[in-house]
């Protein structure tokens, strides 16, 4: 797999899948961030898109596109969204993923769409909102947003999604890659806490409940494991088990974590 990109994904699908599926590019080199508003942000990952397009159209490629399913570009809502529902993106981010979505698919090249929703795992950036929470909590103070609730997906169930999707020879599709249970903020700060045996004073920033619901329905009828082995309740649980000892490890420390 070429891979466009060294950041969080980037690195995490590099060490899963090294040399398989040959003939498919990947672009996880996007705007880094949903606050974003610097137009030339968005220009330069429109550029990217264009010529990796024209590239994949001449060498023969499929094109794995890396999409959103925040409420960037589905809102909060009290259903779940599919991926054939009406859009309105309340956001510049939203509106620029879905303008690039319509790109893709009109451009001629074999590909695959995945909206993924707040990935989660090794070589996460610390401004990235669980080592952020981590790092908060560790320091006593965390400010929360009543009602905020995010779909935290492991990085390897997304990547157990890519590899399936693409040994099946999926392409022409949009498929949402999440969780399918969205987390309270509140609730990950208290499992946070019980994990590293401390109590933060939490400041408060009242607000309405802020959730959104991307529904998974196509994606397990695509991929029927996907997500099996762990029931919803225990999924946050076993994502805190798994990369809170990546978080607070010092950087001399990080080499001697195993990978899975």
Not at 109 to 135: C, D, F, K, N, Y
Not at 169 to 195: C, F, K, L, M, Y
């Amino acid at each position: 797999m070429r891979i466009i990109g060294d950041g969080f994904l980037a690195r995490n699908l590099t060490e899963a899948f090294g040399d398989r599926f040959p003939d498919v590019t990947t672009i996880a080199s996007g705007v880094s961030s949903t606050a974003t508003t610097a137009v030339s942000e968005y220009d330069r990952e429109a550029r990217l898109l264009y010529e990796v397009l024209d590239a994949c159209r001449l060498d023969g490629r499929r094109l794995l596109f890396l999409s959103t399913a925040s409420f960037s570009l589905y809102g909060f809502t009290d259903d779940e969204v599919s991926e054939t529902g009406p859009l309105r993106p309340p956001t510049a981010y939203g509106r620029h993923k879905l303008a690039l979505e319509s790109v893709v698919r009109s451009s001629g090249v074999e590909h695959l769409i995945l909206r993924v929703s707040h990935a989660v795992g090794r070589h996460q950036r610390p401004h990235q909102l669980l080592p952020t929470l981590v790092r908060h909590v560790s320091e006593g103070e965390v400010t929360v947003h009543q009602g905020a609730h995010r779909d935290l997906l492991d990085v390897r169930d997304l990547a157990h999604a890519v590899g399936r999707l693409l040994e099946d020879g999926v392409h022409g599709e949009v498929v949402n890659v999440a969780s399918g249970v969205p987390q309270s903020v509140d609730a990950v700060v208290t499992a946070i806490e019980e994990r590293l045996g401390v109590t933060a004073r939490r400041v408060h920033r009242p607000g309405p409940t802020a959730v959104t619901r991307a529904s998974v329905e196509r994606l397990r009828r695509l991929v029927p494991d996907f997500r099996t082995a762990i029931p919803d309740q225990d999924y946050l649980g076993a994502l805190l088990d798994a990369y809170l000892p990546y978080y607070t490890a010092q950087p001399r420390d990080l080499a001697a974590l195993p990978a899975r």
